[in-house]
């Protein structure tokens, strides 16, 4: 199945009317990964934030499922799940609650064994008592990929999902969403780790500031590694 | 393991709030009694607060009343209560325009947006608490202007409630303009709406005073009971239909915007908190003008015209900072020809630093900045103490203009025009002093010691870098005091306040930056 899922054409992306970067043309389809690669500053979290709908483009229109993005529709909210914003928690909720909160609000079936499920997943089920702010960076940073994937969704976007994740944890990670785009579902995601594009990504997308190029995903990680 | 969900079974935005407020409830270290007896204070605080203010308004009453009529009082009180209440309104508005007036923290924006569940139950408990917030705010800074327009009961309690009813109706606007597109524009419009209430009946009491007549209006004071009843019915229902309208745009708020907004909201509360009124301002400060051309800076020649030309930079790309200047001359003008103010000379000079004050920190801007970002001062090749005198001219140059002409109009139909011309502009060294000595302050200090008092404990640190420019304003217009105790400018006046004034303005640009 080759259904574009989220789609953009020569998207000018930016804030104020001035663009961080060049147009972007982009179609993430059901059960494919793509990665957008770059410098800090190149806007890939830019263009991240726009093609879900946080930032309006400066022209043009971003696609999902054939209509233009809307986050405020319940079914977008349904199809799309996304790690964007960091280190953002209820001060007074626990990791398992913080959890708990999301899977229930998406109806999800059995959400208790979930949320057990998916803090072992992430290492977190000695901490699911524990509150945001007696949580490490890191630990923080699996709770909300956890509450990411603790409903069901048909398209992820990560921005810099790897972020202060260990090897190991990486590595588990990747493996994890190239085994849900088997499934069918869609992944986009902004990353500088080379292994993890590797494991993960179909294609490539380089944001850059005169042109922003797909290429393949081998040609990306070699000239990630070069440097 | 694969993840399925029920429609059926998802949440409502209310089950979501429900489901967050019980769990903070659970944690919460404060018993129901804690609450209550912390409402009974608040509530008893604010009784009291009423009542001082009362009485000495009530009490500024009485000293008026002995004293002859000023000759150029020709505006009466309730006039400058009004304009000071849409003063007050305009600044309100602008504040809950800024911050929203719908919200989401970080934390909402990551964890309710993003869930099925209809935006507009996520948000009616925010929208519930900005109205109730922005009514309480009103009433309380409602009190001192509601009992300058009126003495009776009724006539204060009418005031308050339509001040709190208004400032509800205001929240419920400005949520309709939230979601139908933003209101990035309402700040600008209510500064305006500010400069128009404070020198438009100030340019008017100056027009009138000329011409020998005198203004006469009434306070809802002495409005008929069903006159009184019927505003308030017309504002309870517009209020009312306002919030209903908002409440029904809610699902229409875009998660972004919330989340600037929820950041412009946590920003502004932390520096309030922490009585750091400098991040305040960055917190609240609204958009710079881009430049329709570029600045081609022909004739800057050296770091010294290079520092001026960038603060004339800075202050012409913000319109806001312009009004301020024009509010800050204003306001010692409208105070001089108000009934009920001008008869007393301490007033006056109250008013003249306080209108005073909001010029010099308008031009305190780019010191502001310069503190806030040294690498730029130090990448001038001058010596910080220059960078710092080059700071203080373009204030200078524009608070010779403002207070000359603040102070020629404060002193109408009062001896010689000339002289209270050169009294302004005699004192304006030591505001243009005290902008750069404000702007270049050091963080606050809440190592230093506390000091009891009736108020409660004052951290003397803050207290200390909090009054670091406004001191020197303040002794440095002590002279003007003079010349309105005296109710004329004696030519050795003007001696003393220029003398006194470059002697303040110097010490304070000398000393404008702490040599750790």
């Given amino acids: ?21 060049a147009p972007v043309t982009l179609s993430v389809a059901a059960g494919s990964a793509v990665a957008l690669v770059g410098p800090n500053g190149a806007g890939k979290s830019t263009v991240l934030q726009t093609m879900v709908g946080l930032l309006a483009p400066l022209d043009g229109v971003v696609q999902h499922d054939g209509r233009p993005v809307d986050e405020r529709d319940a079914a977008f909210r349904r199809a799309v799940s996304g790690v964007l914003d960091d280190d953002a928690f209820f001060p007074s909720l626990t990791g398992e609650e913080h959890l708990l909160l999301t899977a229930r609000a998406h109806g999800v079936v059995d959400a208790e064994a979930v949320v057990a499920a998916e803090l072992a997943a992430f290492g977190l089920t000695e901490r699911a008592a524990a509150l945001p702010s007696a949580l490490s960076s890191g630990q923080r940073r699996r709770l909300a990929l956890a509450g990411a994937l603790v409903r069901p969704a048909r398209l992820l976007v990560l921005d810099e999902p790897e972020r202060r994740l260990d090897t190991a944890m990486r590595r588990a990670l990747a493996d994890r969403l190239a085994a849900l785009v088997e499934g069918g579902v869609a992944v986009l995601f902004a990353s500088h780790d080379p292994a993890f ?10 944001v850059g500031e005169d042109e922003c190029p797909v290429v393949d995903p081998a040609d990306a990680v070699a000239a990630l590694q070069e440097g | 393991m694969l993840l399925s969900a029920r429609q059926e079974d998802e949440w409502s935005g209310t089950a979501v709030r429900r489901f967050t407020r019980r769990a903070v409830a659970s944690r919460a270290d404060t018993a129901w009694a804690t609450r209550a007896g912390d409402l009974l204070s608040g509530l008893t605080s604010a009784g009291i607060a009423v009542a001082v203010c009362g009485g000495a308004v009530s009490s500024l009453r009485e000293q008026i009343a002995a ?12 006039l400058t209560a009004g304009a000071v209440a849409v003063a007050l309104a305009a600044a309100l508005v602008a504040l809950f325009a800024r911050l929203g007036p719908v919200s989401a923290t970080p934390a909402t924006a990551a964890w309710w947006l993003p869930l099925p569940a209809g935006r507009r139950g996520l948000l009616r408990g925010e929208l519930r608490r900005v109205a109730l917030l922005s009514a309480a705010t009103a009433l309380a800074a409602g009190v001192p202007v509601v009992l300058t327009l009126t003495h009776t009961l009724a006539g204060v309690l009418t005031g308050l409630a339509a001040g709190a009813l208004l400032a509800v109706l205001g929240v419920g606007v400005l949520a309709v303009r939230q979601a139908a597109g933003g209101t990035r524009w309402v700040p600008g419009l209510a500064g305006a709406g500010t400069v128009l209430a404070v020198a438009g009946p100030a340019a008017a009491g100056c027009v009138v005073a000329a011409f020998g007549h005198e203004l006469r209006t009434t306070g809802p004071g002495s409005w008929a009971p069903w006159l009184r009843l019927g505003v308030l019915v017309v504002l309870l229902v517009g209020a009312g239909l306002a919030l209903l309208a908002a409440d029904r745009r809610l699902g229409r708020l875009p998660a972004g915007a919330l989340r600037a907004s929820g950041e412009a909201v946590q920003y502004a509360t932390a520096s309030a908190l922490s009585l750091d009124t400098r991040e305040l301002g960055r917190a609240l400060r609204t958009t710079v003008r881009r430049p329709r051309r570029r600045s081609a800076w022909r004739w800057v020649h050296g770091p010294g015209p290079a520092v001026v030309a960038g603060d004339l930079a800075v202050l012409t790309r913000s319109p806001a900072r312009w009004g301020q200047l024009v509010v800050g001359g204003a306001l010692p003008v409208l105070a001089a020809h108000t009934r009920g103010l001008a008869e007393l000379p301490a007033l006056v000079a109250v008013a003249v630093v306080l209108g005073w004050l909001v010029a010099a920190t308008a031009l305190g801007e780019p010191s502001r900045r310069a503190a806030a970002s040294p690498a730029a001062d130090r990448a001038l090749p001058l010596a910080g103490a220059v960078v710092v005198r080059a700071r203080a001219v373009v204030p200078l140059a524009v608070l010779v203009v403002v207070c000359g002409a603040s102070a020629l109009l404060v002193g109408q139909g009062a001896g010689s ?39 409660g404990a004052v951290p003397v640190g803050v207290a200390a870098t909090l009054v670091r420019g406004p001191d020197v304003g303040l002794l440095g217009s002590a002279p003007v005091a003079v010349g309105l105790l005296l109710g004329e400018v004696p030519l050795s006046l003007i001696g003393v306040q220029l003398g006194w004034a470059l002697a303040l303005g110097a010490f304070a640009v000398a ?6």
Avoid: E, H, N
Wanted: glycine content about 14%; aromatic content about 6%.
């Fill in chain 2, 417 to 455: 025009p000339v002289g209270w011309a050169a009294l302004g502009v005699a004192a304006a060294p030591a505001w243009a002093g005290a902008a750069v000595r404000g702007g270049y302050r050091p963080d606050l200090d809440w190592s230093g010691p506390v000091l009891a008092s009736p108020m």
């Fill in chain 1, 197 to 206: 594009i590797g494991t993960l990504a179909d294609r490539v997308l380089v």
């Fill in chain 2, 67 to 78: 004293r002859p009529a000023a000759g150029a009082a020709v505006l009466p009180g309730g």
């Fill in chain 1, 1 to 21: 199945m080759d259904t574009d899922l989220l789609s953009a054409v020569d998207l000018p992306v930016g804030y104020g009317g001035v663009p961080v970067c």
């Fill in chain 2, 511 to 516: 000393t404008a930056q702490r040599r750790d």
